[in-house]
């Protein structure tokens, strides 16, 4: 069974930074694309970035710039860079791994931006 770990959330002025880390279990970074995905209230669940198992990288229009996905497959951990966070950034952000058969999500972990 694969699991997928989340931490680093937190509370955090506008304009600060968080770093985001996914722990999964087993190595499956190498079989699967990797992303984090958030969630703010009343909204759908939406993509923030991806990273395939060649290394190409997809952002949602709104954290180009200011976020970087990055993977370490030696570590089973994937990380989300997060500078320059504005108050619509505030969600709950999850891990996301992927393949042609299967589909697994972390279970979250609350991003909060505001002054």
């Known amino acids: 069974q694969v699991q997928l770990v989340e931490s680093g959330g937190g509370l955090v002025q506008p304009g600060g930074s968080l770093r985001l880390f996914c722990v999964a279990s087993?190595?499956?970074?190498?079989?699967?694309?990797m992303g984090w995905y958030r969630q703010a209230p009343g909204k759908q669940r939406e993509l923030v970035a991806t990273?395939?198992?060649?290394?190409?990288?997809n952002y949602a229009d709104s954290v180009k710039g200011r976020f970087t996905i990055s993977r370490d497959n030696a570590k089973n951990t994937v990380y989300l860079q997060m500078n320059s966070l504005k108050p619509e950034d505030t969600a709950v952000y999850y891990c996301?791994?992927?393949?042609?058969?299967?589909?697994?999500w972390g279970q979250g972990t609350q991003v909060t931006v505001s002054s």
């Open positions: 990273c395939t198992t060649g290394g190409y990288i």
């Open positions: 996301n791994a992927q393949n042609v058969r299967s589909v697994y």
């Open positions: 087993g190595s499956i970074l190498s079989r699967n694309v």
